[in-house]
């Protein structure tokens, strides 16, 4: 009886394979990424690979376009998270628990820039930019996507709101709290992981994109753009493996620390992008 | 004392505001609202309008015009054959993903236990996350002549498989990434994880028990699997291909980097507005996919797609 549970509760064979599989062909271009970093190969990417190095990570962060690149995308990221944080946490409070009218229609209306597929967004913020004689920029940039951004916040906060009690905030009220103290001793620390999970999605969420960027961008060069520029024109194979990895460290370890701040709670961040 | 006074006007107000569900849900709605319907419902509405408007080609300038020609534009054979293109590789790459990531998906929902669960989650949520661009970069480096598929098919002496798939009309090309086949690769790679996680939700939903009666009540591995497992997962498969449908649809990055030279719907509305400039008839041209999106998920909801979300 006892084994015959066990062989229940064990994958058969293939079953494991084909999901062990699943990972590794999710992970091999990853791995790849770390592994082309360090390559001494200047000029293809033969494989196996030819030599050990460090010394391209040093010449990447002495090269003055990708420090710019850099620095560009993180005020943008920082600008969109911060607006996105603010947006996203009033339309939660709106609408966690209030049902009123055309309320369905806001919460729709919160997904579809990244529900769309990101040439809409991108083409229609640039046809109003153009129309309005707004030049594109830094601001137009960072606006497309506090845009986009503002749904990842939402989404965490009106979950956490949901969950607890609401009683807490009449309690307070009740108890002579003005709003700011409810907000500050009470909302605050309820909210306040899962603002973070929010606020670092949306940045992970920034500081990769491309799509709308490229219509929103004008001349300036965010970190994925200068990336895509080097796709179509290869000039420094080495740096570019090493903004490579860095790009990807930037948008993977902050989703396994938002993880984190969330796991344990029925909806977890990031599990939907 | 006028700082009392005040004080206690202040307390008042906010009585009166969080008394008043009304004005307190106006004050919460209005920053937001105002941000979406200035910046992203204007923008929307701007696209729409100016998609009626005409180009002159000869001038390359527009003029505002109202006319049906760039719809009337979309269904001439140029434009089809793109519309039919990228249509036909946004179901190839949903239904790969669908059967790559349902033993995946199955595997996390039923067998994964412990530390294994959290592990998977994390392991298939990173992929997802990690940059688009990288990602695709990375795609570059390993279908390179002489990267890591052409040195693990020569080494297995797999040569003459792959120079025949390349000769095959429809899947072959020149190289490995500039077929339609190294198109298909990257494509479902990069969508993969969005098909995973929502037929991971689906299955967890399953009762073990429900499988527990079919094996009781006779019903073999197979049946229980095709009669129980499949109709109750089938929702969160429609609902992974809602993703992995529409981000192939509106993508423009890859057709461009990786496959044969074809246009494909957001590639022509690149083209459209960067080179050319004829915003109208790119405008036009994306609401191709948002029609074929709409009609999909009317469809999808009617199959019970949004119950598994």
Known sequence: ?273 | MPHDTARRGLSRLTDRVYLSPTLWLCLLLAPPLLWFGLVYIGSLLTLLVQSFFSFDDFTMNVSTVLTLDNYRALLSPANLDVILRTLSMAAAVTLASAILAFPLAYYMARYARGWKKGFFYVAVMLPMWASYIVKAYSWTVILAKGGLVYWFYRSFGLSGVVDWLLSLPGIGGGTLATSNLGRFTVFTYIWLPFMILPIQAALERVPGSLVQAAADLGATPWQAFRTIILPLAFPGVVAGSIFTFSLTLGDYIIPQLFGPSGLFIGTMVYTMQGAIGNLPMAGAFTLVPVLIIALYLSIAKRLGAFDAL
């Not at chain 1, 990447?60 to 005020?75: G, Q, Y």
């Not at chain 1, 046809?127 to 939402?154: D, E, K, N």
């Not at chain 1, 949306?202 to 500081?207: K, N, Q």
């Not at chain 1, 004008?218 to 493996?241: A, F, H, M, Y």
């Open chain 1, 1 to 273: 009886m006892h084994s015959d549970q066990n062989r229940a509760d064990r994958a058969p064979w293939w079953l494991r394979l084909l999901a062990w599989g699943g990972l590794g062909f999710l992970h091999l271009p990853i791995a790849m990424i770390a592994l082309y970093a360090f390559n001494t190969e200047t000029s293809a990417y033969s494989f196996p690979l030819k030599g050990f190095t460090l010394h391209w990570i040093g010449v990447a962060f002495a090269n003055p376009d990708v420090l710019a690149a850099i620095w560009l995308s993180f005020k943008i990221a920082l600008v969109a998270t911060l607006l996105a944080l603010v947006l996203g946490t009033l339309a939660a409070g709106a609408l966690y628990r209030h049902t009123f009218p055309g309320k369905e229609a806001i919460g729709l209306m919160l997904v579809l820039p990244i529900a769309l597929p990101g040439i809409i967004t991108g083409l229609s913020l640039l046809s109003a930019f153009r129309l309005g004689g707004i030049q594109p920029g830094f601001w137009t940039i960072a606006i497309g996507h506090a845009t986009f951004c503002v749904v990842m916040v939402y989404n965490n906060v009106v979950a956490r709101l949901r969950r607890n009690s609401h009683n807490l905030i009449e309690a307070s009220m009740d108890l002579g709290a003005d709003p700011w103290q409810t907000f500050r001793y009470v909302l605050l620390p309820q909210i306040a992981t899962a603002l973070l999970a929010g606020g670092i999605l949306a940045f992970a969420l920034s500081f990769d994109e491309i799509i709308v960027t490229t219509f929103t961008a004008g001349n300036e060069v965010t970190l994925p753009i200068w990336l895509l520029n080097q796709l179509t024109r290869p000039r420094d194979v080495p740096v570019t493996n090493v903004v490579a990895m860095i790009v990807m460290l930037l948008t993977t370890l902050p989703i396994i620390a938002a993880w984190r701040l969330t796991s344990g709670t029925e909806d977890i961040a990031g599990s939907g992008k």
